[in-house]
């Protein structure tokens, strides 16, 4: 079965960095797409970025250029998020496209004002 396990969340203070990272094991076609999504508590799932096995990338408009998603291997993406902001306070859930669609069970990301 495929797993999708997210890491590297915590509390970073404003201002800070963080890099999440996400590792998808199992038998999974490609995938074609990997990316970040985020939900902040009463919201609702929105994405943060995509990026395909081509290379082309999607980034939510509320990053503002400060988050990178980048890819060290086919099942494996990461989440550079700088200059962060307590707004960006919520649960960063990686997400694997290939035969079907997986979620990780999410990393929460709290930025402390």
């Known amino acids: 079965q495929v797993q999708v396990v997210e890491s590297g969340g915590g509390l970073v203070q404003t201002g800070g960095s963080l890099r999440l990272s996400c590792v998808v094991s199992g038998k999974i076609l490609g995938p074609s797409l990997m990316g970040w999504y985020r939900q902040a508590p009463g919201q609702q799932r929105e994405l943060v970025t995509t990026?395909?096995?081509?290379?082309?990338t999607n980034y939510g408009d509320f990053v503002k250029g400060r988050f990178t998603i980048s890819r060290d291997a086919p099942l494996t993406v990461y989440l550079q998020m700088n200059i962060l902001r307590p707004e960006k306070t919520a649960v960063y859930y990686c997400?694997?496209?290939?035969?079907?669609?997986?979620w990780g069970e999410g990393t929460q990301v709290t930025v402390s004002s």
């Open positions: 990026l395909t096995s081509g290379g082309t």
């Open positions: 997400a694997a496209f290939g035969e079907g669609f997986y």
